[in-house]
């Protein structure tokens, strides 16, 4: 079970608004519970101008080996970007998150304006895997229409300051399958309010959590 730290506080906050605690005390609490917890990953990490950013005119490059895009891009500022891109996973109008330069993405791969393909480049269209959130290379992030507007700050719509708590579910406690079972029995650990996000009726969870 892949369990958010943002999705787990936000089910809690609903009937203990404002509270919060760091991942490590968190995966410590879940832990105490009787949790198992395999990993925890921190997506990202991300530095720097990430941001969304709008296509709005593609010409395809010729006379090279392979694909080659030199794209307009609209990110919020008064023009355009002009970013070359190898993939072909997109069109015009489609929404992708842009590195501009100044950003630093995993593995510290620092992002400048730079000439490429006898254009020059300012910035990068990024996939998943060049923002460390999954191993597809295959092409682009393309976004939902309507996800942000252009301009919009990509690590929040992304939500790359997230951490991901992977935990082993025991067959007796398939209630951990869920955001609703875990964030009950986190309220119980801290002792607070609990809002059922499928009644919203409110309570006091009260014994040992996971029992």
């Not at 079970?1 to 991942?23: C, F, H, I, K, T």
């Not at 395809?60 to 070359?84: A, M, N, S, W």
């Not at 620092?110 to 999954?134: D, H, N, P, Q, V």
């Not at 579910?169 to 607070?192: F, H, K, Q, W």
């Amino acid at each position: 079970m892949r369990v958010p730290y943002s999705w787990l506080r936000e089910v809690v906050n609903a009937g203990a608004p404002g509270w919060d605690v760091a991942p490590a005390e968190l995966e410590q609490a879940l832990v105490d519970i009787g949790h198992e917890v395999e990993e925890v990953l921190t997506l990202g990490p991300v530095e720097g101008p990430l941001t969304v950013g709008r296509v709005t005119d593609i010409e395809e490059l010729t006379g090279f080996k392979k694909p080659i895009r030199f794209c307009h891009v609209d990110v919020g500022e008064d023009k355009d970007r002009e970013i070359v891109c190898g993939a072909t996973n997109f069109v015009a109008g489609d929404l992708v998150v842009a590195a501009l330069p100044g950003t630093t993405l995993p593995g510290g791969f620092a992002i400048a304006a730079r000439k490429t393909y006898g254009r020059t480049s300012e910035g990068m269209i990024c996939s998943a895997a060049e923002l460390g959130l999954g191993a597809d290379h295959s092409g682009i992030l393309v976004l939902p229409p309507g996800t942000a507007e252009p301009g919009a700050d990509g690590h929040a719509v992304l939500g790359l300051d997230d951490v991901i708590f992977h935990l082993a579910i025991t067959p007796d406690r398939g209630y951990g399958m869920s955001l609703r079972g875990l964030a009950r029995e986190v309220a119980c650990a801290y002792d607070l309010d609990f809002v059922d996000p499928r009644t919203s009726s409110r309570c006091r969870p009260t014994g040992r959590p996971g029992r």
